[in-house]
């Protein structure tokens, strides 16, 4: 399974021309180097990053908050309806009313749990970028030219 983090990362890391007709081994262990130097100078790790990634937790999913809701709301709805003398309808007019707010409370916790997905994914980026222009500062520095 390709994580988001890994994925991001490939997609942004930087291509490098052996301007000084440097080896493919010589790149490779200067690749090697600068990708280390880069996790020492920035403090970002990818492959942290992308088992960070890999270990969220999933989305909040259907756990019952509806089925909850319409029976707490028909219990509520029945004694509010016992007392007006009609416990059927005060039962009904509660799980219906219950259904409803379990619904809202479900939106919204998929709604959290949204947001804070979209700002660790734009926190990886970010972290990724920071690491690819370290990576590429060290690979030009070498002799390589970078796109």
Not at 38 to 44: D, E, L, M, P, S
Not at 59 to 67: S, T, V
Not at 75 to 91: R, S
């Amino acid at each position: 399974m390709l994580t988001f983090a890994a994925f991001a990362w490939a997609q942004q890391q930087p291509i490098f021309y052996p301007a000084k007709g440097q080896s493919a081994q010589k790149q490779h262990n200067d690749m090697t180097q600068c990708q280390g130097w880069a996790k020492q100078t920035t403090g970002v790790d990818p492959v942290a990053l992308a088992q960070r990634s890999a270990n969220q937790p999933p989305p909040p999913g259907p756990q019952g908050q509806r089925l909850r809701g319409a029976a707490g709301g028909a219990a509520l709805g029945a004694a509010a309806g016992a007392i007006g003398g009609d416990a059927g309808k005060g039962a009904a007019i509660g799980a219906v009313t219950g259904t409803v707010a379990g619904g809202v409370r479900q939106r919204r916790e998929t709604q959290a749990y949204n947001q804070q997905e979209q700002a660790v994914q734009q926190n990886t980026q970010s972290q990724l970028a920071t690491f690819n222009r370290a990576v590429t500062a060290c690979m030009n520095g070498r002799g390589y030219t970078s796109q």
